[in-house]
């Protein structure tokens, strides 16, 4: 009886303690705060902490995947006849690695100064075909380029210009290999420019001179101050802002480079992300919640305002640098920073842009999962673990006084390929990143496992209770009081 009374007695106030504790540290937010303070000491831009050494060199791999448009009817589209006809060539997959050379500690360790070098390798068994073989007909961006600069200059300029070009044979397209047409090949008519302007380069190709090059020095927050700026883009080329916009809201840098994000995420977030390639940043908003590996993530992707007008979205007013030519939704005119050649970007086959760019063209179906750019972010620790970044290039194909050959043109948005850069986590960060969430949730959830621990004993006490007394009872039945009393 005596066992029974203790175990009862210390059942009780043990489970009694652990429950208020249980409670008062889960109010509290006690072992949460703690172990949330841990982490934002631990993601941080600096020697020594969980995620620098991967920061510096990326361990998933990055691959780079370019999708060709081949024009089918060139002679048609050029009389005005039809509408370009396209079909789409790809996947040409190259491997991409990024890692970060010249890293600098700056303002005492506050900022981390870092170019990003990339460099690309082939990938035969991801592509479709060979890119030293495969053929593409597309706009041949050279001539309209030279054409572009010479608007405004007259008609006699013009034209003169114009009976050069096809004197040497010159037309509005050009058929070249994929690997031409991305890594460069020596146009007929830049090679005569160049014997009056000897500056100019007579070789042209999407990524040419891309191959082991950088975009520059980038400064960032370490976030080692505050961590909400953690990744935080300071200066791109030792600038603050930009200045090829016509406001200041547009030629802000803001956000991150898109490799990493402030931990402890909400979906209630604007994540920023400047890109070089659209020369400005651009946001993303939650979308759904998503899985990759195992690892829970928030899916953030553009939403259709980024690429809007001016005219519906007030905040991309700046982008249109001539007011009464200004495009309608969904593209960009990067012209400004491409040397002046009239370069579009949009999303691929022109998704989330108005209908009347798709309709213009044969072959182009936008489809929100082939065509969407997003990063899927782990919200504890704001990192990527899967990310999707999808990009066209387009030429705008203007008649062009002067120049014949354009005559029949309507101002068509012309798509000459997209890209898809992809990356995924690999299977040994997956496991690190798992085995952290795992202890960051035991900690946090150390509270209630106190409370349940008291809330079990407190039961075990009220059933040995109940058992003590039923025992009692049953001891008295058979030795009444009275009968011992007599004996």
């Known amino acids: 009886m005596r066992k029974g009374s203790c175990c009862m007695f210390t059942s009780g106030v043990v489970g009694a303690v652990l429950l208020i504790m249980g409670i008062g540290?889960?109010?509290?937010?006690?072992?949460?705060?703690?172990?949330?303070?841990?982490?934002?000491?631990?993601?941080?831009?600096?020697?020594?902490s969980k995620i620098f050494a991967s920061w510096k060199n990326p361990p998933p791999p990055v691959y780079i995947q370019f999708f060709f448009f081949n024009l089918t009817n060139p002679e048609e589209f050029l009389k005005g006849e039809a509408k370009p006809r396209l079909t789409e060539m790809g996947p040409y997959t190259f491997r991409q690695y990024r890692p970060k050379r010249n890293v600098t500690f700056v303002d005492n360790g506050k900022k981390v100064s870092a170019y990003t070098v990339k460099s690309f390798v082939f990938l035969p068994e991801k592509s479709v075909g060979d890119p030293k073989v495969d053929m593409v007909t597309t706009?041949?961006?050279?001539?309209?380029?030279?054409?572009?600069?010479?608007?405004?200059?007259?008609?006699?300029?013009?034209?003169?210009?114009?009976?050069?070009?096809?004197?040497?044979g010159t037309t509005l397209f050009m058929t070249h290999t994929v690997e031409e047409m991305l890594w460069g090949f020596k146009d007929p008519l830049l090679t005569r420019l160049k014997t009056i302007k000897p500056d100019t380069d007579e070789y042209f190709g999407l990524m040419r001179n891309k191959n082991g090059s950088d975009d520059g020095e980038f400064v960032y927050h370490t976030g080692k101050q505050n961590y909400l700026d953690f990744g935080r883009i300071y200066t791109w080329k030792g600038?603050?802002?930009?200045?090829?916009?016509?406001?200041?809201?547009?030629?802000?840098?803001?956000?991150?480079?898109?490799?990493?994000?402030?931990?402890?995420?909400?979906k209630e977030e604007r994540l920023n992300v400047f890109t070089p390639d659209l020369c400005r940043s651009i946001h993303m908003r939650f979308e759904k919640e998503v899985e990759v590996k195992g690892i829970p993530a928030y899916r953030f992707t553009p939403p259709r305002a980024v690429l809007a007008s001016g005219k519906n979205n007030p905040e991309n007013e700046g982008f249109c640098l001539t007011p009464k030519n200004c495009l309608d939704d969904g593209v960009l005119d990067v012209s400004v920073c491409r040397n002046g050649a009239p370069v579009v970007v949009s999303f691929p086959h022109f998704h989330l842009g108005a209908e009347r760019y798709a309709k213009a063209i044969d072959g182009i179906s936008p489809v929100h999962e082939r065509h969407q750019t997003f990063l899927d972010l782990n919200p504890t620790m704001g990192v990527p673990v899967r990310a999707m970044k999808r990009a066209q290039i387009n030429i705008h194909l203007e008649r062009v006084t002067?120049?014949?050959?354009?005559?029949?043109l309507n101002g068509t948005i012309f798509p000459i390929l997209f890209l898809n850069e992809s990356v995924v986590i690999?299977?040994?960060?997956?496991?690190?990143?798992?085995?952290?969430?795992?202890?960051?949730?035991?900690?946090?959830?150390?509270?209630?496992?106190?409370?349940a621990l008291g809330v079990i004993l407190l039961l075990v006490c009220i059933i040995l209770v109940i058992r003590f007394y039923q025992n009692k009872q049953i001891w008295s039945s058979y030795f009444p009081i009275n009968t011992v009393a007599t004996a």
């Open 25 to 48: 540290l889960f109010v509290s937010g006690l072992f949460q705060t703690l172990i949330h303070n841990k982490l934002k000491g631990e993601i941080t831009l600096t020697e020594g």
């Open 139 to 168: 706009v041949n961006i050279p001539a309209v380029a030279v054409m572009n600069r010479l608007k405004g200059m007259g008609f006699w300029v013009s034209s003169g210009v114009s009976m050069y070009m096809g004197s040497i």
């Open 239 to 266: 600038e603050k802002m930009l200045s090829i916009w016509k406001s200041n809201q547009s030629n802000m840098i803001n956000g991150s480079d898109g490799s990493g994000f402030h931990p402890f995420l909400s």
């Open 402 to 408: 002067g120049f014949p050959l354009t005559r029949n």
């Open 426 to 451: 690999d299977d040994a960060s997956a496991a690190r990143i798992q085995k952290l969430l795992l202890i960051v949730t035991l900690v946090s959830h150390f509270p209630l496992v106190l409370g």
